[in-house]
């Protein structure tokens, strides 16, 4: 969960239970050169880090993902706006 961020007590409160779910979505080829050439190199780490960060808050709606989407990704940016 990230500091300082309001996600609203219910969704703090959640606590993520891993093992049920299976992806039914197939991942593209990696391999594919037209692929990798497509998608910046910071990208698949900076959405690993997000999945990771919403499995942990566990919203339970649209407007509960959208919310902690706009708040991760504000502060994301404010971190790297002082580190750089």
């Known amino acids: 969960m990230l500091r300082g961020l309001d996600t609203g007590a219910a969704l703090q409160e959640r606590?993520?239970?891993?093992?049920?779910?299976?992806?039914?979505?197939?991942?593209?080829?990696?391999?594919?050169?037209r692929l990798q050439d497509m998608i910046p190199p910071p990208?698949?780490?900076?959405?690993?880090?997000?999945?990771?960060?919403?499995?942990?808050?566990?919203?339970a709606t649209a407007e509960e993902v959208l919310r902690f989407s706009a708040g991760y990704f504000a502060e994301m940016a404010a971190r790297q706006s002082t580190t750089t």
């Open 15 to 33: 606590v993520f239970s891993t093992g049920t779910h299976k992806s039914t979505h197939r991942c593209p080829d990696t391999n594919d050169k």
């Open 43 to 59: 990208l698949p780490d900076l959405l690993a880090e997000f999945t990771k960060a919403v499995r942990r808050a566990h919203p």
